[in-house]
């Protein structure tokens, strides 16, 4: 425990550091930002660069650090991210930029990392974020229209776009100022619904590009999916794929601003994966043909804390499937695929930025090659140590291998690939043929301890199930009316106008009279009365007399709703929810929430009751959520009671607890998978929505096949499964004791079944050939540089590496021969060196990392002659507190 605290205490002292030297740094020297047909050019120099979007309110400031560093180390060169503008004015007028929402201090450390930064600005960002990015009081804007030649719009977006780079200036952030910003964006996508705003779209578009202009930030300005951009505007490309891209003008280049490295999850969904030797493949055509600047999106993608997820219906986790998982730890073989494939590419940048365009060699039906030379006349270039020339291989067949001949040798070609060759001769990558390891991200249970639970029953605990209390608290959440701000007028409002998006929910209150030829009419005629909604989103509950009778969800959807009144006066309660205001799509500023058309009521007696027409008391959100009770300072306010196993399961319900937080430095979640639907609160702090919605049986594939274009259908997992149950709990969010977990329950759930987890990496696999090439770190030896040792000298390479903080302890398995299966299902195959364990265990165990020839020298001889012989290893990774003595290579 000792070792832990100092090692926390140092991890504290160097946040610490960082933060002042952040504040001071000159981040680099001031430099000029510009670009011609083939690509941007920093300081006089042209540039391939790869870029990670990471959004920074998805993560919390201690975690930016770990980011960052992590796609630094992953090979990008600029970092990207969105600017999200309700967010940062929250109400009109009031700027907030603290927090999560930081933007100058996630700005500035990305330049003290020695990374450039796209700063996309918008302000619509669409992003899967709440209404896009848009504040809604912008919607009570007087004559309003968003996004096309409107005044008062274009009056508040530019009042924000210069806030934003007035701050950027003011903070010495521009590159000819020494700071990270290379590149600003204006609009997002629009090239999708200008159609929809005819030719006053057309005119908003050209008053953007001089409003952003104007504003003289001094570097370049883009705009993505937008084919009529205006001059001095970069047209940039969106999507899965980007080779086939072409601008708007001659004299820009070819920007890739969307990669989208993954796809993003709704409730009830399937889990999206895009495979690394797509993603691969798709990078490497994009600069095979030309391109010069590629961002993941997203690298990071992190968590929809609050209620930040746009929609409807997107889930907390924005995870993406990206190279980083939403807990900072990297996705593997995924990360480290990517990594080489962007050690490969700047292997080749002297060729790509002195050559204007490549020559391109048909080499077979599917077969192509594109080939880049340097120009020897080309003055100022600084990459003596790189090859004259470079050539990318593809063989685009989606189903067969191919053998190519270039430049008098043979290579062969798996399907799908390409090869890249840095001096048009060697291959050094291939996208089809993974080294990079695979890591196997754990969940373990911890329980914390409690000062009202015994060491012996924490024990029996522990070694049941490790829920995270047995001790809960509750309150029961009002329906209908509860407070002094509830108001009463005649018809049925729109749910933003009423609520602003301060809460999820809101209800609707009327009185329905019931008489007794009612009740005989029903009964005569054997029928009951229904509500009817011509249109409704995202979640409806209708109550009758405090009884809950029935649930909608849907966008958009008709509510046919039977329902069952006594005689008299009954409360007629209906609870318009919100998951997600609408993120994409033209005229958002329109499509509102709650109900559209006509409600009634039908099968009374004397005809159909307009509702419309009756009078109804308003009232916005929960009573909890107007308390506070979800906060330290104010929770005991909230009147709770003991809870007892007999109350449950509950409905509108609220719940709270303490727990200790978790030894180490791992990252921590909460299930929730034995809840419904609700919101969760951590020390105040909003962890998100969660719902255990559960995706369709069928739909997802036992194996993926990488090979053939992506779409977000294929390769999807956790079918017959609740699309999230774990919830991100960041470790600043924590102390180390009395830490207030509340839960608001709308559906009914358990909550002496949460549980905290932690995420860990405790497997690592490899699994390398002799087939494979040999690392790519050599190329940087001068031996190889100069051209006196082949690169195909030197074997291939298995390299392991633990996560921060961990060890390699064991060594599960190993063998060098023919050996079968993947990560945690290898097994012998009939050619096996008998001292593989013993080899691998003397390089690995007790370190962080190491690295594993793949020859048959590193084993002693050869286990089998004429056969490709092939290394795997499976690992088992632990945390460094428990090794201290162990090495750190």
Not at 726 to 746: G, K, M
Request: hydrophobic content about 35%; overall charge negative; some cysteine.
């Amino acid at each position: 425990m000792g070792a832990r605290r100092a090692l926390l205490q140092c991890l504290l002292s160097l946040f610490l550091i960082i933060e002042v030297a952040v504040a001071t740094a000159n981040f680099f020297k001031p430099f000029n930002v510009s670009y011609d047909h083939r690509a941007l050019i920093i300081d006089g120099e042209r540039r391939m660069l790869i870029s990670a979007g990471i959004h920074y309110p998805r993560a919390t400031p201690e975690m930016w650090p770990d980011i960052i560093a992590k796609s630094k180390e992953g090979g990008a060169d600029v970092i990207q991210t969105y600017v999200f503008w309700n967010a940062h004015e929250p109400v009109r007028g009031q700027y907030y930029f603290e927090g999560r929402y930081d933007l100058v201090k996630f700005v500035k450390l990305v330049g003290s990392s020695g990374l450039y930064l796209h700063l996309r600005i918008g302000p619509y960002v669409c992003a899967e974020w709440n209404f896009g990015g848009f504040p809604v009081w912008l919607r009570d804007v007087p004559g309003i229209e968003f996004r096309t030649d409107n005044v008062p719009f274009k009056d508040e977006m530019q009042r924000f776009v210069k806030k934003i780079v007035e701050l950027m200036r003011e903070e010495m952030l521009f590159s000819w100022q020494g700071g990270p910003i290379i590149m600003l964006q204006i609009e997002n996508e629009y090239g999708d619904v200008e159609s929809s705003y005819g030719q006053r779209g057309k005119e908003y578009v050209k008053w953007a590009a001089r409003m952003a202009l104007g504003l003289g930030a001094g570097v370049p300005w883009v705009m993505c999916k937008q084919s009529d951009a205006p001059d001095n505007i970069i047209n940039a490309c969106n999507g899965y794929y980007c080779d086939g891209f072409k601008t708007n003008s001659n004299n820009t280049p070819v920007l890739w601003t969307e990669d989208w490295d993954g796809w993003y999850t709704k409730w009830g969904g399937r889990l999206p994966h895009r495979p690394a030797e797509d993603l691969a493949f798709a990078v490497a055509r994009f600069f095979q043909r030309g391109g010069s600047f590629q961002n993941y999106y997203m690298y990071f993608g992190g968590t929809n804390f609050n209620r930040t997820s746009g929609g409807p219906f997107y889930i907390t986790s924005y995870d993406y499937d990206a190279p980083i998982d939403e807990y900072g730890l990297l996705s593997e073989p995924k990360w480290g695929h990517l990594k080489d494939l962007h050690t490969a590419i700047k292997l080749c940048e002297a060729a790509l930025v002195a050559a204007d365009s490549p020559q391109y060699i048909k080499l077979g039906p599917k077969q192509e090659a594109h080939v880049y030379h340097v120009d020897l006349q080309t003055g100022g270039l600084k990459y003596e140590s790189q090859s004259r020339c470079s050539a990318f291989l593809a063989n685009i067949d989606e189903h067969k291998a191919a053998a190519v001949t270039f430049h008098g040798q043979t290579y062969n070609l798996p399907p799908w690939s390409v090869s890249i060759l840095p001096d048009c001769r060697n291959t050094v990558f291939n996208t089809a043929k993974v080294a990079a390891q695979t890591s196997i991200k754990m969940v373990d249970f911890e329980l914390p301890l409690f000062s009202n639970i015994s060491v012996h029953q924490q024990f029996m605990v522990h070694n049941e199930v490790s829920y995270i209390s047995k001790s809960w608290m509750t309150v029961k959440e009002p329906i209908g009316v509860w407070g002094e701000n509830a108001f009463s007028v005649q018809g049925i409002l729109e749910h933003l106008n009423v609520t602003k998006d301060d809460s999820d929910y809101l209800w609707y209150i009327t009185r329905i009279y019931v008489s007794d030829d009612d009740i005989s009419f029903w009964e005569e005629k054997e029928v009951r009365p229904t509500l009817t909604i011509d249109s409704m989103r995202d979640v409806l509950r209708t109550f009758i007399n405090g009884q809950l009778i029935g649930s909608v969800v849907g966008h958009w959807v008709k509510v046919v709703q039977p329902v069952q009144f006594l005689q008299g006066y009954n409360d007629l309660v209906l609870l318009s929810q919100t998951v997600g205001l609408q993120n994409y799509g033209a005229f958002l500023e329109k499509d509102g929430a709650g109900f559209r058309g006509q409600i009634k009521l039908t099968g009374f007696r004397n005809g159909d009751i307009d509702l419309s027409k009756l009078s109804w008391t308003y009232q916005v959100g929960l009573k909890g959520e107007l308390l506070n009770i979800y906060t330290m300072e104010e929770n005991d306010k909230a009147g709770w009671s003991e809870l007892n196993l007999d109350a449950i399961p509950a409905t509108f319900t609220w719940y709270k607890t303490y727990f200790n937080a978790p030894d180490g430095t791992e990252p921590v979640a909460l299930d929730l998978g034995s809840m419904g639907k609700g919101q969760a609160w951590v020390n105040g702090h909003h962890i998100g929505r969660y719902w255990t919605l559960v995706a369709p049986k069928d739909g997802c594939q036992k194996i993926c096949d990488y090979r053939g274009p992506y779409h977000s259908n294929k390769c999807t997992t956790n079918c017959g499964n609740p699309t999230q149950t774990w919830y991100h709990v960041p470790r600043s969010w924590l102390h180390a004791s009395d830490n207030l977990l509340v839960i608001f329950e709308e559906t009914g759930g358990n909550p002496f079944d949460i549980s905290l987890k932690l995420h860990s990496i405790r497997i690592i696999c490899g699994q390398v050939s002799e087939s494979h090439y040999p690392p790519l770190w050599k190329w940087s030896q001068p031996d190889f540089t100069d051209g006196t040792i082949s690169i195909n000298d030197p074997a291939p390479e298995l390299h392991l590496r633990c996560d921060d903080e961990h060890v390699i302890a064991s060594i599960e398995f190993a063998s060098y021969g023919t050996p079968r299966g993947s990560c945690q299902k290898f097994s012998r195959g009939n050619c096996h060196a008998t001292n593989s364990f013993s080899v691998v265990s003397e390089a690995c165990v007790g370190r962080k990392s190491c690295f594993v020839g793949i020859s048959n020298t590193v084993f002693g001889g050869d286990p089998c002659r004429s056969v490709v012989k092939t290394l795997a290893v499976e690992a088992r990774c632990v945390s460094s507190s428990n090794n201290l003595g162990a090495s750190q290579l």
